[in-house]
């Protein structure tokens, strides 16, 4: 060991070394039994070599260093009493370090399911609460992005009295990164606090959040508005769980995994502070940098090397302590004009908002040359500023945007289409509303302090969202939840609207079915949204929504949206409705259910004929379908309307499908031969006398699975009314090989099996079976051979 220890001193071996201790540790442990002296060699030998090489300079050596540490946690070789005496010391010993690694935050927090509670408080939180006060705010922001590992860990008086009343100041930190950080986190918090805490503390806290004067800290909290009003629930719904990767997520009670969806903020395409640092020294350089800082750059300044382990992709690595340096200085660099908050100045106010607009100009003209849905956009007529009554009070950026806010609720009376606003004193955003509204239902507005340039608070339409009163949740959070619905052609408009949609069951849930009038406007508002990524989210979630809201209310409520979905343009949109169309139809009331049984054919008639998945799907829906149904329905619209189309399509699993749903439509109407009539001799006439011989393939496949479901009685499938018996043997002369193999197959399985065709037909199918035995195809006479 002490041979392999010294191969660490190679760099160029060094990494190929580590990524093999696991194995040497595992052979270890096998043979320690048999060898006294492999006791020791994971303590004393390969543990040091691994936490020597923490926070290495080499990228590659450090993030080997860290995963073959965690793996070597998950498989048990480290002990309790190791980790405490060897691992902890070394992660605290980082953090002392933190322009060479800053990623120790991460992996420190990476542990701390690993370490156990009694080690977390003991040594651990004492360390993270003083990061959460550091003087760099980019180790702020780390920690606070690490709460919910420390949330899921710790006690409640740990909480309490130390994570909570911490997480509350940083939502008060001076700089916009720290504040949007906690505003990513807010679930994982909020999961674990009181109740009495949750609604007293936590929620006005999350209010200015909502409120706050940066706008990217504003859509943060907004994306996760849903996620934290799910945690009022009582009983709580929702709690912290590890995925099998080892990373955070809510878990509801079922077991399932709450996914925040992706969202573009618009950090992609602004340069971030370590290349803005980077691309020049000079005071000119610094200043560009602010300018990009000002419109909402992002200031990642951490290793790439932190996603790894759980953290959130880093932009840029830096290993120099000189560039900490750097950075605290300029945090202390005062421009001409300039603070260095994120938000701009008072007495630049003007001047700042213009250059922002111009670029955003530039940028919305890009987008709009390469967007798919230009169609959408109606260019408005130009506005002759003299005709209006503006009223100003100064200079102020704030009474700017009320002036401009009366020149859009001008123009807007000019429209054909009214809009109506609470009042005058509503805010104007970064750009006017460049598309169609295809519903008018929404009246709440009160995200517009959320995705415009200021956090000024409007108080016009916070009680234009009636409904019941309730306790439940703080009424300011539904109502800017609702208020995310009503955005559209706004700056994020459509993003916020998305995570309104998907969030929306959970927070039906928490509020429960008798509060059901407070969002039943807005889920109609997103259901007609222009955007089908919206409509994608409201169809997939209209069983969730039954099933919380009852039969009465999914009848009466969901029901036109049910038929709406059915018949929408864009195909995702189809298959979401199509995937719960069974568990939908099983939850409303038996009236209403009859009624959809003659539109259901509208999933098929449009572009979905080419999506043989989507027919398959549609197929094996109606299978599931047909015990909902009467039996008069089912043989008129699932037998005779559906059914055939679906049996003569080209793919063949979608045929399989349909051969399904035919039998379980003929074993829905075996009582009354009358009512499958029509599709019977439909089957005689189009398949077992097909001139195609796939259509003569798929009547023997029909056969075999009537028999195999017992679809029919044996008296009924051998009697002359069905003809189904006869056509079948006359199949036997087909000369198309695969056929005369099914009917061999159906005949050995399925018919001389049974005790009725062998007393009333056995002549018939001997005659078959003797024929076979002497077919030119080997695979045709193999098939009877057992049997004769």
């Known amino acids: 060991m002490r041979i392999l220890t010294k191969v660490t001193d190679d760099d160029f071996l060094q990494e190929n070394f580590l990524e093999k201790i696991p194995s040497i540790a595992a052979e270890a442990l096998a043979n320690s039994d048999r060898v006294e002296a492999l006791k020791d060699v994971i303590g004393d030998y390969l543990l040091p070599v691994v936490v020597r090489n923490l926070g290495w300079s080499e990228t590659g050596i450090n993030l080997a260093a860290k995963a073959v540490l965690v793996e070597m946690m998950e498989k048990g070789y480290v002990t309790q009493f190791q980790a405490e005496v060897k691992v902890c010391p070394a992660i605290l010993a980082l953090q002392n370090q933190l322009d060479v690694n800053t990623s120790a935050i991460t992996l420190m927090s990476k542990f701390i399911r690993l370490l156990g509670k009694d080690i977390a408080e003991r040594i651990l939180m004492k360390r993270f609460i003083e990061l959460c006060s550091s003087h760099l705010f980019y180790v702020r922001k780390l920690a606070a ?10 006690g409640s008086k740990v909480y309490e009295e130390s994570l909570l009343p911490c997480y509350l100041a940083l939502c008060e930190d001076d700089m916009w990164t720290v504040r949007k950080a906690c505003a990513e986190v807010i679930t994982f918090v909020s999961c674990v606090c009181p109740s009495e805490l949750r609604k007293s503390l936590l929620a006005p806290a999350f209010g200015k959040l909502l409120r706050d004067k940066s706008k990217w800290v504003r859509i943060s909290a907004c994306q996760t508005l849903g996620g934290f009003i799910a945690t009022f629930a009582d009983p709580p719904s929702t709690k912290i769980a590890y995925d099998i990767s080892g990373d955070l997520v809510l878990m509801n009670l079922e077991g399932d995994y709450f996914i925040q969806p992706p969202c573009k903020d618009g950090f992609s395409n602004v340069v971030t502070m370590e290349e803005a640092f980077m691309a020049s020294s000079t005071e000119d350089g610094y200043l560009h940098y602010y300018d990009d800082l000002e419109k909402g750059a992002c200031n990642e300044v951490t290793d790439l090397d932190s996603s790894e382990l759980g953290g959130r992709p880093k932009s840029c690595a830096y290993n120099s302590g000189a560039f900490v340096e750097a950075l ?43 967007n798919q849905h230009n169609y959408w956009y109606i ?41 109506e606003l609470g009042s005058d004193e509503i805010e104007l955003l970064d750009d006017r509303p460049n598309s169609v509204q295809p519903c008018s239902d929404n009246k709440g507005d009160n995200l517009d302090n959320i995705v415009s340039d200021n ?22 959070l539904i109502d800017s939840f609702l208020s995310m619905a009503n955005l559209s052609g706004r700056p994020h408009g459509n993003d916020m609207s998305v995570h309104c949609a998907y969030s929306m069951p959970a927070v039906i849930s928490t509020l429960g079915r008798e509060y059901w009038p407070l969002v039943k406007d807005t889920v109609r508002a997103l259901a007609c949204h222009l955007s089908y990524r919206i409509r994608r989210s409201v169809a997939s979630s209209l069983c969730p929504l039954a099933v919380i809201l009852g039969s009465e209310i999914a009848s009466e409520d969901l029901s036109p949206l049910f038929v709406d979905f059915l018949a929408d343009l864009d195909e995702v949109v189809r298959i979401g409705v199509l995937n719960n169309l ?42 599931r379908c047909v015990h909902l149904f009467s039996p008069a329905d089912v043989a008129k619209w699932l037998g005779c309307m559906y059914a055939p189309s679906l049996l003569c399509e080209k793919v063949a699993e979608v045929r399989l499908a349909a051969i399904v749903l035919v039998s379980e439509v003929l074993k829905r109407t075996n009582a009354d031969l009358t009512l499958s009539a029509k599709l019977l001799t439909l089957l005689s006439k189009k398949y077992a006398h097909g ?98």
């Not at 992005?145 to 710790?154: D, S």
Request: aromatic content about 8%; overall charge negative.
């Open 582 to 623: 069974f568990d939908f139809l099983h939850l409303v009331t038996p009236q209403k259910r009859d009624s959809f049984a003659g539109k259901l054919g509208i999933l098929t008639r449009m572009n979905s004929i080419w999506n043989w998945r989507f027919l398959q799907t549609f197929a094996e829906q109606l299978t």
């Open 328 to 370: 605290v200085a300029f945090n202390d660099l005062k421009l001409d004009g300039y603070t260095t908050e994120a938000g701009c100045s008072k007495e630049n106010g003007n001047a700042n908002s213009k250059i922002e607009t111009e670029t955003k100009n530039e940028l919305d003209g890009d987008l709009l040359a390469y």
């Open 379 to 419: 260019s408005p007529p130009e506005l002759d500023l003299n005709e209006l009554e503006l009223t100003t009070d100064g200079g102020d950026q704030g009474d700017l945007n009320e002036s401009s806010e009366d020149v859009v609720i001008c123009h807007a009376q000019k429209l054909p289409t009214k809009i």
């Open 145 to 154: 992005w690490q709460f919910g590992h420390y949330c899921a860990i710790v």
């Open 455 to 476: 956090g000024n608070v409007s108080s016009s339409t916070t009680n234009e969202i009636k409904g019941p009163t309730q306790t439940i949740v703080p009424q300011y």
């Open 691 to 788: 001139t195609k011989w796939r259509m003569r393939q798929t009547f023997v496949l029909l056969c075999t699975e009537i028999l195999k479901r017992e679809a029919l009685s044996p008296q009924d499938f051998a009697s002359a009314e069905t003809g189904m018996l006869s056509d079948l043997l006359e199949l036997s002369w087909d000369p198309v090989v695969n056929i005369r193999l099914g009917v061999a197959n159906c005949i050995v399985k399925h018919l001389i099996t049974n005790d009725y065709f062998v007393s009333n037909h056995l002549d018939a199918l001997s005659e078959v079976l003797r024929r076979y035995e002497a077919d030119k195809e080997r695979d045709v006479r193999m098939a009877v051979v057992d049997a004769v």
